[in-house]
């Protein structure tokens, strides 16, 4: 089985703050690779596709790259709301996997 | 577009349950569907996949419940499901259905316990 590994775990941040989660892939999987974003006793929702294409109705501060075994997500500007876990999911080979998840925490 | 699971019990060790995914909102046939469990306090589990009957309906399973789920869909009513067969605890988790196009349900709970 594919393992994505992301990091970091956890993180603290401020509103307004830029930051960036990383997945990494334990073999290469071009671009098959989601990002998704879960609040506490809410259904997860799909924020970016195919590694970098944003999904509708999803701000545009949510920007996803790369390609191959390392993949990125990077929140421009930190909200309010975007406090929340963050999971990565590789759709290139059976089974398909999820990263272990992000919590993002205000600091 | 919308995504309801149902079918959610208390089962004991061993028994079966079968889970519903109800949708609406767009052309079913078309989408593959996917489930996808969460236990509580961890993080998400793929765990199996029905492709649409164009490319031939077949389904892929995570190791943990190969032979003893099952994914099947009836295109003519717009509703996959999920058969669970000799269910064990560390099977108790909420059971999320999802689409190709990034759709998903609001979650069922099953709890596996004596």
């Known amino acids: 089985d594919i393992q994505m590994t992301q990091s970091p775990s956890s993180l603290s941040a401020s509103v307004g703050d830029r930051v960036t989660i990383t997945c990494r892939a334990s073999q290469g999987i071009r671009n098959d690779l989601g990002w998704y974003q879960q609040k506490p006793g809410r259904a997860p929702k799909r924020l970016i596709f195919?590694?970098?294409n944003l999904q509708s109705g999803v701000p545009s501060r949510f920007i996803g790259s790369g390609s191959g075994t390392e993949f990125t997500l990077t929140i421009s500007s930190l909200q309010p709301e975007d406090f929340a876990t963050y999971y990565c999911l590789q759709h290139n080979t059976y089974p398909f996997t999820f990263g272990q998840g992000t919590k993002l925490e205000i600091k | 577009v919308h995504l309801v699971e149902s079918g959610g019990a208390l089962v004991q060790p061993g028994r079966s349950l079968n889970l519903s995914c109800t949708t609406s909102g767009f052309t079913f046939a078309d989408y593959a569907m996917t489930w996808v469990r969460q236990a509580p306090g961890k993080g998400l589990e793929w765990i199996g996949f029905i492709r649409s009957l164009s490319y031939g309906g077949t389904t892929e399973y995570a190791a943990s419940v190969k032979g003893r789920f099952t994914v099947s869909r009836d295109d003519s009513k717009s509703i996959a499901y999920l058969q669970m067969n000799s269910l064990k605890t560390e099977d108790t988790a909420v059971y999320y259905c999802t689409n190709s196009i990034g759709y998903w349900g609001q979650g069922t709970l099953v709890s596996v316990s004596s």
């Open positions: 195919a590694a970098s």
